[in-house]
């Protein structure tokens, strides 16, 4: 098993910036692929960003340029630096834990956090 808890989310204006952690527990941490998806109200939840157990990015068309993906294996924490935020932006973002290829789909993530809410005003 392995705990996820996502911290960082709140109310930021238009073209602000924002770092999201997730600090994860249980299972070692470096063998995991680790993804941020978020979930606007009404909608689908989505793929944000990916980071492979090797340190390679993915991202979304919609974020890419303006959010990077890291982490850290020491302290067993991925982040989501975003930044140039947009309304549209808002949404709950959710940290996974997972592995097995196609990184961009919530099938292949087996542990999820609760979520952090992101609110971006105009």
């Known amino acids: 098993q392995v705990q996820l808890v996502e911290s960082g989310g709140r109310l930021v204006q238009a073209g602000g910036s924002l770092r999201l952690s997730c600090a994860a527990s249980g299972r070692t941490f470096s063998n995991y692929d680790m993804g941020w998806f978020r979930q606007a109200p009404g909608k689908e939840r989505e793929f944000v960003a990916t980071i492979t157990w090797t340190g390679a990015p993915y991202y979304s068309d919609s974020v890419v340029g303006r959010f990077t993906i890291s982490r850290d294996n020491a302290k067993n924490t991925v982040y989501l630096q975003m930044n140039s935020l947009k309304p549209e932006d808002t949404a709950v973002y959710y940290c996974?834990?997972?592995?097995?290829?196609?990184?961009?789909?919530?099938?292949?993530?087996?542990?999820w956090g609760q979520g952090t809410q992101v609110t971006v005003s105009s």
């Open positions: 996974a834990a997972g592995g097995g290829g196609g990184l961009t789909l919530e099938s292949v993530f087996d542990y």
